[in-house]
């Protein structure tokens, strides 16, 4: 009787075994499956992750055409997951559709083989995956230099203009949300169209009406940039909810001429003062200075047109900007038989609030030293007008603006390193030493915008 039990037993534990062996073949089949299924799920998720922001990121392409941006999503999808990857069966789908807010949505799906879980009556695992990007709104100001050297060659302010309209014409379908404006500058900086939408006619007819004309006044075409008809100021919101903004900066030459506050004949004037040369020796060079003088009149900082001066002012003057009966700055009327002068009077100066800024007065003077000379001055305005516009481009950067700067030139009309200090990074720093190469470098900002603007 005994023995009967353990055999019986024994018969148990054989039955209990192979039905326990099958179950855990099909554990190990669907671990085996599953776990295919979750590669080839996270797969075709980076894939259609990927199509979306391609297809956010051309929504304004105007190379592709009408819903040319849903096609190229889906193209994309295709080439991240083709027929067979990871084992798949058949071919892969990509539907890709636009959704409100300028978003895209791409949606895959496939069918990945359950070998193992075949045994048990799965033949094929449907397999899905959604992918959502959205282009982001943003400001764009582009800050564009129409100084004479512009006009010599014609080509070059012609292929800027090339280059500009087809960056504003990139954002033509996205006009209604984007805002961009324009500021053209040359001894004065203007602002030709303020920031806002629905742009693209307004600006490119503005652009093709540019002239080159006077001197290099990038300081001032940096702040107003943030002034008024510019930039929202973001610098009380969140990371997480600012537009993004992009200021495109681009100039073919140095810096020469500032924007400040003067004083003549005990009035205050705002003006413009810049430097002047011969044979195209006023580009602020080391090797410029003997040939340079700072301008013998005061322009008008909102003026359009070159020479217009405040009258009599001469910022080449220097001195404590009184009148002629109080100023310190006097010259010999009268001299006597031996030379010595006997009678003086005072003579109208201009006096430079610069000199009393964080800048300095120029060395080895006073800040309303009398008639400092050429020799002194025009080192001292060079690097006056070099380091105003580093520290507004400085202040851009402050307020989360980020600075495209496009150079043009050889290193006899610019200074690369100097450019790079203005931009926010070498990534944003473009040098072209022939203006042909312009619209190339404006429409791969445009896609670089783009491409930051997606999420």
């Excluded at 001066?309 to 006597?336: E, I, L």
Aim: charged share 20%.
């Amino acid at each position: 009787m005994k023995i009967s039990i353990i055999r019986n037993r024994r018969g148990a534990v054989l039955i209990i075994f192979a039905i326990l062996l099958i179950v855990l073949i099909g554990f190990v089949a669907l671990a085996v499956d599953v776990g295919r299924w979750y590669n080839v799920r996270s797969e075709l998720s980076k894939a259609v992750d990927a199509a979306a922001i391609a297809g956010a990121k051309n929504i304004s392409n105007p190379h592709l055409g009408t819903d040319g941006h849903l096609r190229l999503a889906e193209e994309i999808g295709y080439q991240n997951f083709s027929s067979g990857y990871l084992m798949t069966t058949g071919t892969p789908t990509f539907t890709a559709t636009a959704l409100s807010d300028h978003r895209i949505q791409v949606t895959g799906s496939v069918n990945s083989p359950g070998n193992l879980a075949s045994l048990f009556g799965v033949d094929l695992i449907p397999t899905g995956a959604l992918g959502i990007a959205r282009k982001n709104e943003v400001e764009i100001m582009l800050v564009l230099d129409r100084s004479g050297s512009m006009g010599s060659p014609s080509s070059k302010i012609a292929d800027l203009k090339t280059a500009a309209r087809s960056f504003v014409s990139y954002f033509e379908d996205t006009q209604d949300t984007d805002k961009m404006g324009l500021i053209s500058f040359a001894t004065t900086a203007r602002v030709d169209v303020n920031l806002g939408n629905n742009y693209v006619t307004t600006m490119n007819n503005l652009i093709n009406a540019m002239s080159a004309n006077g001197a290099t006044n990038a300081e001032d075409a940096l702040i107003r940039s943030i002034g008024t008809g510019g930039f929202t100021d973001q610098t009380g919101v969140p990371g997480d909810r600012r537009v993004q903004q992009f200021a495109i900066f681009f100039s073919d030459g140095m810096p020469t001429a500032l924007r400040d506050q003067f004083k003549y004949n005990n009035a205050d004037y705002d003006g413009v003062v810049y430097g002047s040369g011969s044979s195209g020796r006023a580009n602020c060079r080391t090797t410029d200075y003997p040939y340079m003088s700072v301008s013998t009149g005061l322009q008008r900082p909102n003026s359009n047109t070159t020479g217009d001066f405040f009258p009599g002012v001469n910022p080449d003057t220097t001195g404590d900007g009184k009148g002629t009966s109080t100023t310190n700055c006097r010259q010999c009327t009268r001299r006597d038989w031996l030379g010595r002068c006997i009678a003086w009077a005072g003579y109208l100066n201009t006096k430079w609030y610069l000199f009393e800024s964080s800048l300095g007065a120029v060395p080895g003077y006073t800040a309303e030293a009398c008639s400092i000379p050429e020799s002194a001055l025009v080192p001292y305005f060079c690097s006056a007008a070099r380091q105003l516009a580093l520290n507004n481009a400085e202040t851009l950067k402050s307020r989360f603006i980020k600075i495209y700067v496009i150079g043009l030139g050889t290193d006899q009309d610019i200074d690369q390193a100097y450019l790079r200090s203005l931009s926010s990074g070498d990534s944003y720093t473009y040098i072209a030493p022939d203006s042909g190469e312009l619209k190339a470098i404006f429409n791969a900002i445009a896609k670089d915008i783009k491409l930051r603007l997606v999420q």
